[in-house]
């Protein structure tokens, strides 16, 4: 019987400071990308992988291919959100994922991001390293 | 026979700097969010509107409330850009818009941004201000 | 005897995101003014003062009225720093503070910056409030 | 007799956007960073050297060593600024400028920014290129 795909969602916690806030009183639009892609980092290092070496040792990267995001209800300063991120599909590279931004029960922001592998210099598509791919298929989340 | 829409595509110029740009050589994915939003506010400076007029005059705010880009090549240091805005469809309360990254004839990034008028004070949804619904409706995008 | 000003300074982390970075490979150098601003939001927040009430409540923002910043080492995607809070004088309006980033012992940028406190709707100088000054005057920094 | 260094102010405009400013409803005091940084390159490019093509081709960056910043009165949205770049000082490998914003006559405001010239790989201190170095010297600012 095969196992099924159990990771759990990963959740970063980010504060509101007045470097994300705009001048309507809220959070800019465009930086729940910055939370989106923070808590990314830190859910690759909670499975093991820094970017910093995954560009030394294997010549790759991660990038953003395409995103979707539903603003819901604003953010504001000093406000402490917590960033999901769930993986959503895996193939053989690129990633797709649900991240959400979320102030206690209450749902700011939701998207579901694509990510592809591709090689630093060139920046051609490249597979997904195999300790990535194993990590994720991993009940635990660990290889 | 009724008049077509025919408003042209608005164009608005980003120049790329360091601040743009991350540690992988190429520009940071948020910060086409931010291009786009220059050139929307450029567009509606164009259509005789000032955003920071619109709130203490009409007490209205015009925000996100859903964005989906593609990301398809990358623009760096140093680039030109030309940052394009075009109107999709306008309802009561929204304006959703098409918006895209080119250098020269290369496409590096599209869009699909919704927008949404709301009271500045209590972030309701509001009509859009006739005034622009009607400079929407010109063909030349002037009331 | 005088009690003497014996406030430690204060610490908090910074993680290094791809956001921090720009494309020589390094901390892009206006992202350390936010990392710094961060700190004394935590400090302000550990003394019992959060912003968004001091407005709310009391009507003042403190400002940043003057910086001063050696950047003597670089910072890369995913360091982890420490940035710290020290008290050097606190007068009526205005506070001095010096500031420093550190990666483990490293020392990579120093400053020192002034903060002003201001009535919100007006922006002129106002007096810090007295239970600020009070809990900076504390030998526990708690009132 | 000698001819004096009469390189005249440089200026570049910059229209204030929503990702500018904060909650406060001011410009966000690490964005100045941006804007003085915005001017540098086009002073630069103005005489002649785009920083991408300085890294290519001769292997250097020009980062920032210093800087000292006065903030004398706020930018709001929709604001239209000047940044200026004037050049006070000039040795082997670095350069010391002064820089400022203005809305109008309006100093909002000045800076003295200390900039040095490294290897791009080693980031150790290398002479700023001849041909800056002659440019600047040129009473047009013109090699």
Redesign the interface.
Known sequence: MPRKMTLAAFSHPV?I???D??????V????Y??FF??AR??WL?ALGF????LRDEQGV?I?????????LQ?A???DELDVTVALSAAARATLTLTQSALRGATLLADSRITLACVA?AS?RPRRLPRAILDALASPTGRP
Not at 50 to 53: A, D, E, I, L, S
Request: aromatic share 12%; glycine share 8%; no cysteine.
């Open positions: 504060r400071y007045w470097e806030t705009d001048a309507g009183g809220l800019y639009y465009a930086n990308l910055k892609e923070r980092s830190e290092r820094g970017q910093q070496r990267m990038v953003v291919a395409d995103t979707s995001v539903r603003y604003p504001r300063l000093d630093a920046l």
